[in-house]
């Protein structure tokens, strides 16, 4: 296999309230990082944009560390020209504070309401915003119809593959080691065991390389 090219993003963002509050979510960034490691095992080209996350960047790999969706999403874009395969695993916020106060805000009696808007969607803007046109993977957590709403996305989202993820099962996806995912390609669903990141993160780059034209 020839030396390719490819992006991965990995982790969750942040998205500051104020200077000491911000909004996130419950990513490890593991299964984004077991990606990059396995691509890199392969001996592929790996750049790595990630949000804050504890974890080691894997040996030989380019590193972008991120805060926020919106810088997520210029790193993104800014990278992708020449990257053949796009492993897109970050857990991006969908929203973000309107306003960020540039003071600590103090608490007063009663309520408080924090106003949000939605953050650019990076996998939704591969195609015709930054015309990316290698193989492109998406992920997706459901609870529920998992591959109807697998598919849905993968149209949607110009996707060749989406790495579906029951997350209503216990003991597997965020914050732990194994994960059980679904590959859902345009004409056929591959059910993949309960397994490490580490091993599924094989499986994927394999699969991923495969669709490459
Ligand atoms: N994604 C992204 N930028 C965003 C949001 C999501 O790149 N602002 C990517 C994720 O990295 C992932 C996929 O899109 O590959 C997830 O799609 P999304 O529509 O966010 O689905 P879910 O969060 O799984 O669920 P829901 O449909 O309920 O929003």
Redesign the pocket.
Known sequence: MNRMRFLV?AGPTREPIDPVRYMTNRSSGRMGYALAGAARHEGHEVVLISGPTTLDVPPGVDFIHVET?QQMYEAVRDMVRDVDVAI???????YRPVHVAQQKIKKSEGRVLLELER??????SMREEFSFTGVLV?????TQHLIS?ARE?LLR?GCDMIVANDVSQPGIGFGSTENEVTLVLPDREIQLPRESKEWLAMRIVEHALTLLP
């Open positions: 993003t969706a897109l695993s970050a857990a991006v916020a969908d953050t650019p969607d990076i996998l939704a998406g992920f997706a957590a459901e709403n996305k989202k």
